[in-house]
């Protein structure tokens, strides 16, 4: 009856979706799609529109109308020693009666659509919708990690999903990546503060050198390379594949560049166990949801998606369709992408 319950849900859900204000949902997501677009301008330095950048100029890119599912609250530090810079926050879920912890650096500055053209970030400035599922979903599941080396790809300025899976599931070790300098800098010093620097390592990790370096080597399936860089102009250094393959990879919201898609497959694929797992979190936003599982399937993972993964999750969302004007599912609800190199057996 719970399965049956579960499906009428996602009807009513979906026919819900299909009532909203045409324009609205419209403009919502093409409002989105152009965020998107200057953060990938801004990556790649691409040549921006003028009329772009003016639209948006007014709205900092880091104010989101719709900012979280509630499953992870933040909590101002007092008398923490800091910068003018940055502010201390604890965020804190709590998950079968536990409460669950760590201390993140927000940046306090909130980048606008000019400051961010040419400048090389991400974006993320704050903890994403999708991270925040995630480390609630992996806070759930704790034996998913326990024991493994574990990657997150695309972190941003917090890690979160990361940093949750290192103080409390576990792992063997964690290494926490992403392809901006200051990002990764803002990592090391939430790693340090709740005192995981002894088995955490972060990284600076461009998709588009690690998938090239990976496809260089392909030929040699006994030597897989990896492509860690500290700094935009030092050489990489490389790790032999008994070094370097993960057990599990994470990674939250990543999907939206359209250019970094086969890359960061590759990336994936090159760092994965055989016999591990990648967990992607991300919503449909378009089809970049699905051109991306469509991408992982054609270069050899098993792909299973789901939209039920966490009961708290779906409940959630539920409420937030019935009852916030301001959420879309298309860009927030988060879907759960798991991707292994082996194939599903059906059970019996």
């Known amino acids: 009856m719970e399965g049956l319950d579960i499906g009428s849900r996602k009807l009513e859900v979906n026919a819900n979706c299909e009532k909203m204000a045409g324009t609205k949902k419209t403009e919502m997501i093409n ?12 990556l790649t330095r691409s040549p921006e529109p003028q009329e772009d950048a003016e639209e948006l100029e007014p709205d900092p890119i880091s104010v989101r109308r719709f900012t979280n599912f509630g499953l992870v609250n933040a909590a101002a530090l007092e008398n923490v020693i800091g910068d003018r810079e940055s502010t201390w926050y604890s965020y804190a879920a709590t998950i079968d009666r536990k409460c669950f912890a760590v201390d993140v650096r927000e940046v306090n500055k909130s980048f606008t659509a000019n400051e961010l053209i040419g400048f090389n970030n991400t974006g993320n400035i704050c903890v994403w919708p999708s991270e925040e599922c995630l480390a609630h979903y992996l806070l759930s599941n704790r034996d998913i990690c326990r024991g493994k080396t574990v990657l997150e790809l695309g972190g941003g300025m917090s890690c979160l999903a990361g940093v949750f899976v290192a103080k409390y599931c576990k792992p063997a ?13 803002n990592a090391r010093c939430i790693v340090a503060r709740n005192k995981l620097d002894t088995f955490i390592d972060c990284r600076v990790v461009q998709w588009e050198r690690a998938a090239k370096d990976l ?3 392909d030929v040699n399936a006994n030597h897989v390379r990896q492509t860690w860089s500290t700094d935009w102009n030092q050489p990489e250094s490389r790790r032999t594949s008994q070094a370097g ?7 939250a919201d990543c999907l939206f560049f359209d250019e970094a898609r086969l890359d960061l497959v590759e990336t994936i694929f090159g760092w994965l166990a055989e016999d591990g797992i990648a967990l992607i979190v991300a919503p ?3 089809s970049t949801f699905e051109k991306f599982t469509e991408a992982a399937i054609e270069r050899g993972f098993t792909a299973r998606q789901r939209e039920f993964y966490d009961p708290r999750v779906w409940s959630r969302h539920l409420e ?5 004007q301001e959420y879309c599912p298309d860009i927030h609800y988060p ?14």
């Open 31 to 42: 409002r989105a799609q152009r965020r998107w677009r200057l953060l990938a301008r801004a």
């Open 335 to 348: 879907l759960l992408l798991e991707l292994t190199k082996k194939q599903i057996k059906a059970p019996g």
């Open 320 to 324: 937030l369709v019935e009852h916030s």
């Open 284 to 286: 449909r936003r378009g």
């Open 245 to 251: 393959l993960y057990d599990v990879i994470l990674s």
């Open 215 to 217: 496809r260089q080597d």
């Open 173 to 185: 070790a964690v290494t926490l990546t992403d392809g901006n300098v200051t990002s990764v800098d």
